[in-house]
C-alpha cells in the first residue's frame, strides 16, 4: 500500500510562554525550547505589557551558552496567539493574561531576570532549563535531548 499524497503529517504543537515585559524568562523559556525540541514543538513567548527590547543581561547571559538571541524581539501576548497553542505556561503575568477555554495552563514561578546581576540570571536560566527539559521530554517524548547547555552556577 502506498501512502495518500493528502495525508497530513502530525501537526506540530505549540508552546507559548507569557510573562509581562517579554524581555527576559519568556524569552529564556522560548529559546531553551526551541533548542532542545529540535523542531518538535513550536515555542512562543510573549507578554501582556510588552517591553522594547529583551533584557541585555538576559541576551548576554543566552549568548554566553551558545544561544542566539538575535531575533527577539517582545512581542504583545493576545488570546489567539493562546489559542493557537497546546499548552500557555505563565511566569509572572498572573490575571492580565488572556484565557482561553480549551488551553491548557500552567504557571511557573521564576524570579525575574530584569536588572539583576550575571549570578542571578544564570541561576534563573538554570531553573528554566531543568523545566524546559522536562517539558520537551513530556511533550515530545521522542525527541533525543542534547545535552544540558548549562553548567552548575
Not at 88 to 107: F, K, M, S, W
Not at 112 to 122: A, K, N, S, W
Request: one cysteine or more; proline letters at 7%; glycine letters at 8%.
Amino acid at each position: 500500500m502506498t501512502d495518500h499524497p493528502s495525508a497530513e503529517a502530525p501537526r506540530v504543537r505549540q508552546v507559548v510562554f507569557a510573562c509581562v515585559r517579554n524581555g527576559g524568562r519568556s524569552v529564556i523559556a522560548r529559546v531553551l525550547t526551541e533548542h532542545y525540541a529540535q523542531g518538535a514543538l513550536i515555542a512562543l513567548s510573549a507578554g501582556t505589557r510588552p517591553g522594547e527590547h529583551i533584557h541585555p543581561e538576559v541576551a548576554t547571559a543566552l549568548e554566553k551558552l551558545g544561544l542566539d538571541t538575535s531575533r527577539e524581539q517582545p512581542e504583545h501576548l493576545t488570546t489567539e496567539m493562546v489559542a493557537a497553542s497546546d499548552l500557555a505556561i505563565t511566569l509572572g503575568c498572573g490575571e492580565e493574561c488572556p484565557y482561553v477555554p480549551g488551553v491548557a495552563y500552567r504557571d511557573w514561578a521564576v524570579d525575574d531576570p530584569g536588572g539583576q546581576d550575571e549570578i542571578t540570571v544564570r541561576r534563573i536560566i538554570t531553573d528554566l532549563d531543568a523545566r524546559v527539559r522536562d517539558l520537551v521530554a513530556e511533550l515530545a517524548p521522542e525527541v533525543d535531548l542534547p545535552a544540558s547547555v548549562v553548567v552548575d552556577v
